[in-house]
């Protein structure tokens, strides 16, 4: 079972802020919510991750509703390169929960 | 620092045949893992390696795949034989530590089976 929703794909403005959802109202209290993103013909690639409170690294913010049944990634300034498929997974963050990947929204900056 | 290395980058062969894909981990990370990715999916999780030993295979079709990891080191994967549905990229990652730790990729190989 899918323990995330996101849109299959979206648009943004290059230089505009791009707002990615995620919904996940079955998480569980010591689950974490993690973001990943493929390039084409890359490998996935870590972004961030968090449990409840909103973080921020050089990469992008997260942040997190206050009931914790939804999230969304923040990439600042999109850029060209910013173009790729993005993933929301929630786990556990102790223990050996394997990463389970949905389909990912496909993230397309418009120039 | 050095990224997860795999090769080859693209194969094709026809099915029935064997291939074996090779992956070398970010040096000291203690754990690998072997990921299948078919087209218009997310990557699906094959085999976890702990060192040299194997923590999850529980997704690895063992009647034509198997992986190992004999010094802990570096890893194969191998198919034999091949069919037509594991046409596929196999991506292959690697942590520091067990579990919790951020996976770093390598770029994948990409398997035709004809």
């Known amino acids: 079972d899918a323990k995330t929703t996101q849109p299959t794909s979206m648009d943004c403005a290059e230089g505009r802020a791009a707002n990615l959802p995620c919904n996940h109202s079955?998480?569980?209290?010591?689950?974490?919510v993690y973001w990943y993103r493929q390039i084409h013909s890359q490998g996935p690639q870590y972004i961030i991750h968090?449990?409840?409170n909103n973080e921020t690294n050089e990469m992008a913010s997260l942040i997190i509703t206050e009931d914790r049944k939804s999230s969304t990634l923040i990439l600042p300034h999109a850029t060209l390169r910013d173009t790729a498929v993005y993933y929301c997974i929630v786990r556990v963050y102790f223990g050996n929960e394997k990463l389970t990947f949905g389909t990912g929204t496909r993230l397309t900056i418009i120039p | 620092e050095a990224g997860v290395a795999q090769s080859p980058r693209y194969k094709i062969i026809e099915k029935r045949q064997s291939v074996a894909f090779w992956c070398n981990p970010i040096?000291?990370?203690?754990?690998l893992y072997w990921y299948q990715q078919i087209l218009g999916q997310g990557p699906k999780l094959l085999i976890q390696?702990?060192?040299?030993?194997?923590?999850?295979d529980s997704q690895l079709p063992k009647d034509r795949f198997s992986a190992e990891r004999l010094k802990g080191v570096d890893s194969t994967l191998k198919i034999q034989p091949a069919k037509l549905e594991d046409s596929a990229v196999y991506l292959c990652?690697?942590?520091?530590?067990?579990?919790?730790?951020?996976?770093?990729f390598g770029p994948g190989t990409r398997l035709t089976v004809l």
């Open positions: 968090g449990l409840k």
């Open positions: 040096s000291g990370h203690a754990t």
């Open positions: 390696f702990q060192n040299n030993g194997v923590v999850d």
């Open positions: 990652a690697s942590s520091a530590l067990l579990g919790t730790d951020t996976q770093y």
């Open positions: 079955t998480i569980s209290g010591n689950e974490y």
